[in-house]
């Protein structure tokens, strides 16, 4: 069983539209998760984490956790050309792991002018 | 304010060779985390270091990989006798405590390329 899951995508929205991002993880002792964007070539770079239950958003982007259902969401609203990457998702590790991330393999987003 | 800084940028390597890849963490940071990331795969732990201590290398190959970090200067990760195998993008991180509630950022990365 993979430890994160997501969607490898190529995941294609037109411009304007929203794009939805999904990962589920096995780690039911994760507290806080990390959205990070890589572009081809590029290092990972952070744009949002999350720890409670719930929404939380940052301009263009809303992170959703469930718990209990072990699953994790980035959407992203009005799509951008410039959106286009490699989204990953990064559960935290648990107890004494805590500083430890487990990415998955991510998932590639194409937005389409 | 420089943030994470890894040198070098690209690395060729003949197979056998020695790489060495070197990480300085942010000013006042003292905690060090190593992660390859494999084509078409995504990132994974490879070890955490404090200043002078080996905390966690979980994630590093048994043999021909080792790591250190000094009092003084950046962290080293070292490869012996490399192999195509070991073609990858390496990234760190750092933080001035153990673990991170916010996330981690990531230097710009060593891209390693053994032919």
């Known amino acids: 069983q993979k430890e994160v899951e997501q969607n490898s995508g190529p995941l294609s929205v037109p411009e304007g539209a929203i794009a939805s991002l999904n990962c589920t993880y096995s780690?039911?002792?994760?507290?806080?998760f990390f959205w990070y964007r890589q572009y081809s070539g590029k290092s990972p770079e952070l744009i949002m984490f999350?720890?409670?239950?719930g929404d939380k958003e940052d301009g263009r982007f809303t992170a959703q956790l469930n718990k209990a259902s072990q699953y994790v969401s980035l959407l992203i609203r009005d799509s951008q050309p410039s959106d286009s990457a490699t989204y990953l998702c990064?559960?935290?590790?648990?107890?004494?792991?805590?500083?430890?991330?487990?990415f998955g393999k991510g998932t590639l987003l194409t937005v389409n002018p | 304010n420089a943030g994470v800084m890894q040198n070098p940028r690209h690395l060729v390597r003949r197979r056998g060779q020695e790489a060495r890849l070197r990480c300085s963490p942010m000013?006042?940071?003292?905690?060090v985390y190593w992660y390859r990331q494999l084509p078409e795969e995504g990132l994974k732990f490879m070890v955490y270091?404090?200043?002078?201590?080996?905390?966690?290398e979980s994630g590093m190959p048994k043999e021909r990989f080792s790591a250190e970090f000094p009092k003084e200067g950046p962290s080293i990760l070292r490869i012996q006798q490399v192999v195509r195998g070991d073609s990858a993008a390496y990234f760190c991180?750092?933080?001035?405590?153990?673990?991170?509630?916010?996330?981690?950022?990531f230097g710009s990365g060593t891209r390693l390329t053994v032919v």
């Open positions: 999350i720890y409670s239950n």
């Open positions: 780690d039911r002792g994760s507290q806080s």
């Open positions: 990064a559960p935290q590790g648990s107890g004494g792991s805590n500083y430890k991330l487990t």
């Open positions: 000013k006042g940071h003292s905690h």
């Open positions: 991180a750092s933080s001035p405590s153990r673990g991170t509630n916010y996330g981690y950022t």
């Open positions: 270091l404090q200043k002078e201590n080996i905390i966690d």
